[in-house]
Nanobody
Framework: QVQLVESGGGLVQAGGSLRLSCAVS????????EGWFRQAPGKEREFVAA????????KYADSVKGRFTFSRDNAKNTVYLQMNSLEPEDTALYYCAADLSWIESSVGTAVAEYNYWGQGTQVTVSS
């Protein structure tokens, strides 16, 4: 059974930092590319960041570039999203996503590219 379990969300003031984690089980983690998406109330789920299965390639939404960093630890089957300089506009439910990838350096930026999803962790940034 595939499970993606996010943690690390919470309430933080603007300018603060949070680190989200996503623990993956039931998949060969080293063969999976990963993504973070977020969804604010009344809005569609949007891409935040992606990482290739070998960790050599990353991609970020323009809105978070330079503030967020996506990393992975294949020994722990876990990915991390370090979020710095948080803004009220970052408030959303953050989802971790995974899918098998045949290409080591491939990243996915679309919701449709991922078959496995976590339940989400809430990030709230106050002004």
């Amino acid at each position: 059974q595939v499970q993606l379990v996010e943690s690390g969300g919470g309430l933080v003031q603007a300018g603060g930092s949070l680190r989200l984690s996503c623990a993956v089980s039931g998949l060969i983690f080293s063969k999976c590319r990963e993504g973070w998406f977020r969804q604010a109330p009344g809005k569609e789920r949007e891409f935040v960041a992606a990482i290739s299965r070998d960790g050599t390639s990353t991609k970020y939404a323009d809105s978070v570039k330079g503030r967020f960093t996506f990393s992975r630890d294949n020994a722990k089957n876990t990915v991390y999203l370090q979020m710095n300089s948080l803004e009220p506009e970052d408030t959303a439910l953050y989802y971790c996503a995974a899918d098998l990838s045949w290409i080591e350096s491939s990243v996915g930026t679309a919701v449709a590219e991922y078959n496995y999803w976590g339940q989400g962790t809430q990030v709230t940034v106050s002004s």
